[in-house]
């Protein structure tokens, strides 16, 4: 068994600094639990929103939903989602959620990631009580019996996983709602995390011409790296009316066969409804956390006969799409290239800073060192 004492980055109030904590590593495992240690734990947005006190989660917590780390100890033999049974020292990956598959979302209406008793790792587990360890901000991470674990093939690098991190489950869900069709035009808004996942998958389900507004200008580039056919940066073009005129010149005068929101500024939605052409499909990502209301125009979803799409968090088989798709298109969306900052756990009030002005790729924090 591991050490007695594992550190952890606890959030104890909104907007105050996170501090270095220590807890109890349990020494013996429930039958199914899983104890980790952690190798990596992304940064995402939603941390600093979580920070900003924009979800009233339960505190003390340990925040941290995108970990990679290590099986150090199991309660029995476990075996990961996909049927494989787990070892000792086996890297591993797994889902934010808990779900508990006796609700009437998790039973009848097959939505479990509005399970009625959802708990998130890293969201809504406070670190109070034991097992104490229920984020990826900490050397070790204990993950529940019925944790949707992945066993992750050597050949697939860690920072691939956390580069990609919620943004690609989060993407791979949205069009699981919103479907796409080969050869549509797409605008993304937002150049950020989500952004950058969502235009990867349009890219690789064939849509096209993809445009991404956003900025600053960095994200811009990984964007066309990533195989965006056109970058408006919102930093340069300011006006949203420039920007609209932009997107119908690139569409035959009409807009966009498909919007996808992902900003996280409840103010984009507006300006991403007058994006689509009549008849579009709009998709909301980039409000997982609540920012508030804003101004719309309802008349738009009328005249334009619009669809519009909501998709919250992920379930269990987007991972397993995800890791298949980091595994297998490495080259053309090379995700371990956004991890580009790397801070200590007692830096954790850094990373978070620097995620809230954009600059960062990936921000990720390293317990272990
Ligand atoms: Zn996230
Ligand atoms: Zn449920």
Not at 23 to 44: K, Q, S, Y
Not at 179 to 192: D, F, H
């Amino acid at each position: 068994m591991p050490s007695a004492i594992a550190q952890a980055a606890v959030m104890s109030a909104f907007r105050e600094p996170i501090r270095v904590q220590d807890f109890p590593v349990p020494t013996e495992l429930a039958l199914g639990d899983v104890l980790v240690r952690v190798e990596m734990a992304g940064m995402c947005g939603t941390d600093v929103h979580l920070h900003q006190g924009e979800l009233k989660v339960p505190l003390p917590l340990i925040m941290g939903h995108e970990t990679v780390g290590r099986v150090a100890a199991m309660g029995g033999a476990v075996n990961d989602w996909l049927g494989r049974p787990l070892t000792v020292g086996q890297r591993v990956t797994w889902t934010v959620g808990l779900t508990c598959g006796q609700c009437r979302y998790c039973r009848v209406y097959r939505l479990p990631s509005r399970c009625l008793n959802r708990r998130a790792y890293g969201v809504n587990l406070p670190c109070d009580k034991s097992p104490h360890l229920l984020g990826g901000y900490a050397q070790f991470h204990h993950l529940r019996a019925g944790t949707a674990i992945f066993a992750m093939p050597d050949y697939l690098r860690t920072e691939s996983v956390v580069g990609a991190g919620c943004a690609l489950v989060t993407a791979i869900h949205g069009y699981e709602r919103m479907p796409l069709r080969r050869g549509e035009s797409l605008v993304v808004q937002g150049a950020g995390p989500v952004g950058l996942a969502a235009l990867a998958v349009a890219k690789d389900a064939g849509c096209g011409p993809i445009v991404v507004i956003g900025g600053p200008a960095d994200r811009l580039e990984r964007c066309v790296r990533f195989g965006a056919d056109v970058t408006i940066d919102i930093g340069a073009m300011r006006e949203p009316e420039a920007r609209l005129k932009r997107v119908r010149d690139l569409t035959e005068g009409l807009g966009a066969d498909v919007v996808v929101e992902c900003v996280g500024q409840p103010a984009a939605v507006a300006e991403g409804w007058e994006l689509c052409r009549d008849g579009g499909r709009y998709l909301v990502l980039g409000q997982y956390c609540d920012a508030g209301p804003t101004m719309l125009n309802p008349h738009l979803i009328v005249r334009k006969e619009l669809s519009i799409f909501g998709s919250y968090g992920s379930e269990p088989q987007h991972w397993a799409a995800s890791l298949e798709f980091l595994r297998t298109k490495a080259e053309q969306f090379p995700f371990h290239e956004c991890v580009t900052h790397r801070f200590r756990l007692d830096q954790v009030n850094e990373a978070l800073q620097a995620v809230a002005r954009w600059q960062t790729g990936k921000a990720v924090i390293l317990p272990n060192g």
